[in-house]
């Protein structure tokens, strides 16, 4: 059974910063991509970043490259998403994503529980 556990939410002021986690269990990444992703209240659900385990570039929405970077442990099966210069708009559920296709991680196959991030201003 794969598991997908998201951590590193919190509270954090306009301007700071925060870093997620996501540890994978329960897989062999080596054929798999993974992704973070956000949802605000009300709104749909974005794509934030994507990379595959395999190695190869990182993908990011074009918003957010810059401010936020994704990286990974490849003994601990975990991806991180550092996230800095936070602002009101980034307050999100972020979840994520794991699925054999990079480019069908909008609709994949496994789903961490997502880890709340709130930016107050």
């Known amino acids: 059974q794969v598991q997908l556990v998201e951590s590193g939410g919190g509270l954090v002021q306009a301007g700071g910063s925060l870093r997620l986690s996501c540890a994978a269990s329960g897989v062999t990444l080596d054929n798999y991509a993974l992704g973070w992703f956000r949802q605000a209240p009300g709104k749909e659900r974005e794509f934030v970043a994507a990379l595959r385990w395999s190695g190869g570039i990182i993908h990011y929405a074009d918003s957010l490259r810059g401010r936020f970077t994704m990286s990974r442990d490849n003994a601990l099966n975990t991806v991180y998403l550092q996230m800095n210069n936070l602002q009101p708009e980034d307050t999100a559920v972020y979840y994520c994503?794991?699925?054999?296709?990079?480019?069908?991680?909008?609709?994949?196959?496994?789903w961490g529980q997502g880890t709340q991030v709130t930016v107050s201003s």
């Open positions: 994503a794991a699925d054999s296709k990079i480019y069908g991680l909008g609709s994949a196959d496994y």
